[in-house]
């Protein structure tokens, strides 16, 4: 997993509440169990017509923001389904960073594991990052996990909270198997003491 340190970019403005991972990568979607190519069909029956055609209106089809690093978003993002694959999506578009006023708990987790940072924060300071983004001039935000900082176009910053766990996981690009190797020589010493009291389980 990548780690993730400082991160400054472009921030697109979504003023949706209830977004479930449906919308954000919807089910015919799903057959997939790799990681990549899941960023073209992201928000897949919002930016695309029946035909295939872009929504032009769509943000994520609208300059500056189809290069867009985080997404600032309502209340509840991330409901529904459990699918890792909402994670995946977003990932592999580019988004690194998600900000709102909450997140499904499932989806939240799944974020974590996924390299992706989700901020929560009290409805009127995302809405004042909702208008900075929505700023098509300057829409750049920079986010500073190690200060737990997100500094705004104009200079101004806001405070975040994390748990200290999984802010210590992203800084250090690990996942679960991450996290699992970082044991691996208690691992083998378990195996070898195994392999030596019980070699009959091993022939």
């Known amino acids: 997993m990548d780690r993730f340190t ?24 799903l057959k997939t169990i790799k990681r990549s190519g899941l960023g073209t069909n992201l ?7 029946p035909d295939g055609s872009e929504i032009t209106d769509f943000i994520l089809n609208r300059a500056p923001y189809r290069d867009a690093v985080i997404l600032v978003t309502g209340a509840n993002f991330g409901c529904g389904s ?3 694959h909402a994670p995946w ?7 690194r960073c998600l900000i709102a006023p909450s997140f499904a708990d499932i989806f939240l987790n799944n974020c974590f ?16 990052l909702m208008a900075d983004a929505e ?20 200079g101004r910053m806001f405070k975040f909270e994390i748990d200290a766990f999984r802010k210590h996981c992203l800084l250090n690009g690990l996942d679960d198997i991450g996290l699992t ?12 003491q195994r392999q030596a009291q019980l070699p009959w389980l091993f022939r």
């Open 6 to 29: 400082t991160l400054t970019g472009i921030a697109a403005p979504l003023p949706m509440i209830n977004v479930d991972t449906d919308m954000i990568i919807p089910k015919q979607f």
């Open 43 to 49: 928000f897949d029956e919002m930016r695309y017509t």
């Open 82 to 84: 459990s699918r890792e």
């Open 89 to 95: 999506a977003l990932s592999d578009f580019g988004i």
């Open 113 to 128: 594991k996924n390299g992706i940072l989700p901020i929560t924060l009290e409805q009127e300071m995302v809405d004042a």
């Open 135 to 154: 700023g098509e001039s300057n829409p750049i935000l920079t986010v500073d996990l190690e200060r737990q900082e997100i500094v705004r176009p104009e």
């Open 181 to 192: 190797l970082q044991k691996s020589s208690l691992v083998d010493n378990f195996e070898s």
